[in-house]
Structure formats: C-alpha cells, structure tokens
C-alpha cells in the first residue's frame, strides 16, 4: 500500500522566500532584494559550460523583472528574458528553447498559450517555477503541457537537471500539423457488459512498459472470454504494432479522427487482429506529428467506447505527464507502474508516485510491475518495495527471451511460454482476471488484493 503520508521532495509548499513569506528552512536569496551579485554567486561554476541537449536555449519570463533576473541568475549563460509569453511569442520557431515560466505565467489564459505552443512548437519546452503548488495548479500545469513543475525555493541543481531533461525531449524544429485521417468505416455489431481499463504506465522511458503491455495483452486475450483490446498510447512513437509484427490498416488517429460518427460497432472495425493470441490492438499513428490532433478527452472517449464491448481495454502510455496519459490514468480502473531496479528509476516513481498522489489518483488502483527483478547488480525487491511502500503485483525476470521475442514481433507469453517472464506475465493476468471476476460478483470470496 502507498504510504498516507507523501513524499513532496519535488513539490514542497513553502512560500517563495523572495515574498517574504517564510516558511522554508533553507530559503534562496529573495531576488526582488537579492544584490545582482549575490545572484550571480549562486550559479555553479560548471554552468556556464553547460551545452544543453538538441542545442536548446533557455529563457525566463515574468512579469516581475527581479524574478526572471532571478530564474536567469539560476542558470546562467545566455539567457532570454521576456516579460510576458506574448512577448516571447515573436521569438519561437529560431530552434529548441527551454522556457522557465515565472509564477505570473500561472494564469489560465498564460497555460492556454502554452497549451498552444505545446501543440504547435515541438521545439519549445516550459517549467512552471510556483510560489504555491496546489493540485488543482499541477493539474492546469500538465494539461497545458508544461513539462514540469518546481515548487520555489528552486534547489538549483534539480532546476539544472530539469531544464536539461526537457531540453533532451525538444525536436529541433517546429512541426507543422498535419491533416486527419480517412473517413467513414464500415459496420459491425458487438455487445456487452462495460470492461476495465488498464493504463500502462512508467516515470521512465526503456523500463519494459510496451513489453508488459503486451504481454498481458495477449495473456488476456488468449484467456479471457471477452474481447480483449490493446491500444497504442505512445502517440509519438508507439512500438506496439512492431512488436506484435502487426501491419495494421488503421491507427489511433484514425478512430479519434472519427470519434463523432462512430458508435462502438464501427469503432471496433478499426481494430486489427493480432491472430497468434485473438488480442485486437489499434496502433500508434505511423507519423508523430499526428500526435498533436489527439486530446486527452479523446482517448477517454476512445477508451470509454472500447469499454462497451471489451474485458479489457489496455494502454500502453509514454513515460511523461501530459494531458493524454493524465486523462487516461484518471479514466482507466486500473494503473500499472513499471519500473526497473535501479536507483533512477526507484527515484522517478517515487516522484511519480507523488504526483499521482496529488492528483487524487486512488492508491487501490496502482499496482507495481518490477521489470528485470532478478538482475545481479540491482536493488534488493524488499527494499524496493518498502521504499516506495508499495507491494509489487509481479515481478518480471531479466531474461535475454525478451530482446528476442521483441525483434520478432512475437510476445514471450507465446514464444517462450515456460519461461519464468512468461509465467510472471500470466500470473499478472490471473490477477486482472480475477479482478474482473470480483467486481462482477461482489459477494465473491475469491478476490484477491494488490496491496497488504
Ligand atoms: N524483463 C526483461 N528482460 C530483458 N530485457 C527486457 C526486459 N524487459 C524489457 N527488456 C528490454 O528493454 C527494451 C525496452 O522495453 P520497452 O517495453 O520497449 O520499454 P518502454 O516501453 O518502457 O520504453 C525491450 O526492447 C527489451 O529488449
Ligand atoms: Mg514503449
């Protein structure tokens, strides 16, 4: 179970110290007072050589100068500086740019004007830096596509850390939208009683999140007798349809394209058959700028509609917080974290595990997937879980069958049915199934329970 009391190491609430508010026992010099100098002596010399990834520059804006002399100050380098996001408008589009949004930029019509360069300018990439961090802030924040949040006073060498992480996602240079996809879709009748949703989530790229999507996928699918559907979420650059060798007709663009027109039935023609397990999957779209067209409220609609005649309905998600994977986490019944074993990843969903605290995700819907448990140098599963306070529904061994059912496009729970992955994925299965088995019959004594 997640502990009641949560880890905030990211999100603290103290005031920002330059309002001279107090509360924080390590406060930064408050720069509307703070001497430039002083300012200046608190950039670590190794900034000033910093290279951003993709070549990104950074910049600050608020409306208050000693604030984005300040958030420049943290930096250091060349740093652009503009009172308001209207002023920076006119310099997008000259390449990667981090921008550092002060706590003036908090306002709705500020984050609807990032929401639009989150979809129009791949090349740009904002941190809200905040004063107050609430949840319903953080909620705004992420829908807008801010990439992330930092509560002030700033620890200088996480907003380093920070900008260079966002810098490091950054496309080199704007992308155009393109139009949708093709029209009307034929009919087909399903029916049935309304499935579960499982989001497939991670805090960090490469921890096995389209592995364990679909695996449990084709597990459920080959077990279950409802409909099983497997939908690519990775909308930039989902890999599901690789991995299962799949040369799918349509995508998931193509059905949010249509979202309007369609009722289930038609939906349900979109979908292509994985024939080795029975699972239907709806890919990634084959270009990632179509990822832009996408809302969140779409995939839940998407989701919401599959739900009408699938078991389950599972998503594969990208490892970042946007308005996509927010919307999905929060519509899906079920949440699967997956996570490696090594201090990074233990850190990140630790953060993660915050953040979704904070967003009143229900801990009773998280369940933890420990990816390469068994690996040699890695941490101890015990500690892992009493640090993170979570008990791990599977553990999923290291094992060189994954790599190679990934290049052949053929999942382990068929290729190498034995294998203790293999076992560990239907074990996860049996999980889900009797989930659905207990919230179909309430009375029933064979539910089991995730956490202790
Ligand atoms: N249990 C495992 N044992 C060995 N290799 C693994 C295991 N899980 C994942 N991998 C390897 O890691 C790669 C990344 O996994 P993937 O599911 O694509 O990550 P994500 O979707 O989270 O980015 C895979 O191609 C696979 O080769
Ligand atoms: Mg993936």
């Not at 009391?5 to 703070?34: K, L, R, V, W």
């Not at 706590?103 to 004063?131: F, N, Q, Y």
């Not at 409802?226 to 989902?238: N, W, Y």
Request: hydrophobic share 45%; with cysteine.
């Amino acid at each position: 179970m997640i502990e009641e009391q949560h880890d905030f190491s990211t999100f603290n609430f103290d005031d920002f110290s330059y309002e001279g508010e107090g509360g924080s026992s390590t406060p930064p010099p408050p720069p509307s007072t703070a001497p430039e100098a002083e300012a200046e002596a608190l950039a670590p010399p190794q900034a000033s050589d910093q290279v951003l990834p993709n070549g990104a520059v950074v910049a600050a804006v608020d409306s208050d100068p000693a604030v984005r002399e300040y958030l420049a100050a943290q930096v250091d380098g060349d740093v652009a500086t503009a009172a308001s996001l209207t002023e920076f408008e006119g310099r997008l589009g000259m390449g990667p740019v981090v921008i550092l949004l002060g706590p003036s930029c908090a306002e709705p019509g500020d984050l609807a004007l990032v929401e639009h360069w989150s979809r129009t300018h791949p090349e740009v990439g904002t941190i809200l830096i905040t004063s107050e961090l609430t949840t319903a802030l953080l909620h705004s924040a992420m829908r807008a596509g801010v990439k992330d949040v930092l509560s002030a006073p700033i620890d200088q060498m996480q907003l380093l850390e920070t900008v260079s992480r966002v810098a490091e996602g950054l496309s080199s240079a704007p992308v155009a939208p393109k139009p949708s996809g093709p029209g009307d879709i034929p009919l087909d009748t399903l029916d049935g009683e309304t499935g579960r949703a499982i989001a497939v989530f991670s805090t960090k790229g490469g921890s096995g999140k389209s592995v364990v999507a679909t695996n449990l996928a084709c597990a459920l699918a080959r077990r279950s007798d409802r409909p099983v559907v497997l939908i690519d979420g990775h909308l930039q650059f989902g890999d599901v349809g690789v991995m299962l060798k799949l040369q799918p007709q349509h995508t998931v663009i193509d059905a949010t394209s249509q979202l309007s027109k369609l009722d289930a039935p038609m939906l349900s023609q979109l979908l292509t058959l994985h024939e080795p397990s029975g699972l239907m999957v709806l890919p990634a779209p084959h270009e990632p700028t179509f990822a832009d067209q996408i809302t969140g409220a779409d995939m839940v609609r998407l989701v919401e509609m599959m739900k009408t005649f699938a078991g389950h309905v599972i998503i594969d998600l990208p490892a970042i917080f946007n308005d996509v994977v927010l919307s999905v986490i929060e519509a899906s019944e079920d949440v699967i974290l997956v996570t490696g074993l090594d201090i990074p990843n233990i850190k990140n969903v630790k953060i993660g595990l915050s953040t979704l605290a904070m967003l009143n995700v229900p801990k009773e819907k998280l369940h933890l997937v420990l990816n390469r448990a068994d690996s040699k140098v890695k941490l101890d599963v015990g500690e892992v879980e009493k640090t993170l306070q979570i008990v791990a529904a599977a553990h999923v061994p290291s094992d060189v069958v994954v790599p190679i059912s990934v290049n052949k496009g053929t999942p382990v729970v068929i290729s190498a049915p034995k294998s203790g992955v293999a076992r560990a994925f239907e074990q996860l299965a049996t999980q889900f199934l009797d989930m659905s088995a207990a919230s179909a019959a309430p009375s029933s004594n064979s539910k089991r329970r995730f956490f202790g």
